[in-house]
């Protein structure tokens, strides 16, 4: 996978989440990418390296719900009373 496409893929997932179409990424020279909020906008972070830009884009806007099944829970218990029962 690309670099940018990382990128642009946390970028359409932030654009959805938020229905703000006008998001956009600029990559700098350095290989660095920042966010604004549409052309002309002033940058929402300081230029970050790849993987610290797609943690910012992921942590803006609403965050969609997990969703969680009767066997996760279930799961989740059974790890839970594994992990209390070990010495």
């Known amino acids: 996978m690309s ?7 946390a970028l359409a997932r932030l654009k959805e ?3 703000n179409q006008a998001y956009s990424m600029t990559i700098t020279g350095s290989g660095h990418f920042f966010l604004t909020e549409g052309p002309g906008q002033p940058p929402l972070c300081a230029p970050l390296e790849l993987d610290d830009f797609v943690a910012f884009v992921n942590a803006q806007g609403p965050q969609k719900v997990k969703r969680v099944s009767k ?4 799961f989740e218990k059974q790890l839970a009373a594994k992990k209390a029962t070990k010495p």
């Open 3 to 9: 670099r940018s496409t990382k990128a642009s893929g």
């Open 17 to 19: 989440r938020s229905g």
């Open 71 to 74: 066997l996760d829970v279930a």
